[in-house]
């Protein structure tokens, strides 16, 4: 297995505008996710970015970075963009897809990721998971919920659903962490198909893949990575810094 790592990015975030520079602790957020994805020392590292400015930045800092077409509707599009860049001979059969908001992410996580596919021959996508934050999580929509199949260990496990829905029962609810890791024939695949009805009515791409019938296997990290996605979470963001 020889995996690469590749970080979409883009400025025109709807919810906070040019949140890949946004400052955290002296450092472009983009640079601290690409340092967590370089400590994980799993692969090369590169950003996929929508944006010259991003492109730019992670120069700055000794990165890499491929500008792709701004009008590209997904981050698996970027990375796929990227990698026909990257990679045009087809070197890297692994590809993990890490978001470009988590600048705390524990590079065991991304280790993780990538041990499914090394674990499991059948797996054609990883992910990760996280146990439920608080008893809010179950009926928030905005929290992803796996559906998982669990090894006997219960550190891993095959996912059978992805949801938004209410999740009901005293087993542990398993929320959903944006890091895929794709054998490149699955990223493919994946790419070339059209949205699935499952995709569209739960909005999580992630069913297109399983109505595909492609594999996904999870692993589980102790706890969700702090995430980017508004001015509060920035702070947050900040406070993290501050303290640590």
């Not at 472009?28 to 020392?41: D, S």
């Not at 669990?150 to 398993?174: H, K, P, Q």
């Not at 054998?183 to 791409?205: D, H, T, V, Y």
């Not at 706890?223 to 303290?243: C, F, G, M, T, Y």
């Amino acid at each position: 297995m020889n995996p690469i790592v590749l970080i979409p990015a883009r400025m025109a975030a709807t919810r906070l505008p040019n949140k890949p520079l946004a400052e955290i602790g002296g450092l472009p957020m983009i640079v601290r996710v690409l340092r967590q994805a370089q400590a994980a020392n799993i692969g090369p590292v590169a950003v996929a970015a929508g944006d010259p400015e991003i492109v730019a930045a992670v120069e700055a800092a000794g990165g890499r970075a491929v500008l792709t077409d701004p009008a590209l509707p997904s981050g698996s599009d970027r990375i796929l963009a990227a990698l026909a860049v990257l990679d045009p001979d087809g070197v890297h059969d692994v590809i993990i897809n890490l978001q470009g908001d988590m600048p705390f992410v524990d590079p065991a996580v991304l280790s993780a990721c990538a041990g499914q596919l090394a674990a499991h021959a059948d797996a054609d996508i990883a992910t990760v998971v996280a146990p439920e934050a608080s008893a809010e999580d179950r009926s928030n929509p905005d929290v992803v919920k796996a559906v998982l199949a669990m090894d006997a260990g219960g550190d891993s496990g095959r996912a059978l659903y992805f949801t938004r829905s209410t999740l009901y029962g005293d087993a542990t609810v398993w929320r959903h962490i944006g890091i895929y890791g794709y054998r490149r024939a699955a990223l493919e695949a994946f790419n070339a198909a059209a949205p699935s009805p499952l995709e569209k009515r739960e909005k999580l791409e992630q069913l297109r893949a399983m109505e595909l019938g492609l594999t996904i296997r999870a692993a589980v990290a102790a706890e969700a990575p702090i995430s980017v996605d508004n001015p509060s979470d920035l702070q947050a963001a900040r406070d993290h810094a501050a303290k640590n």
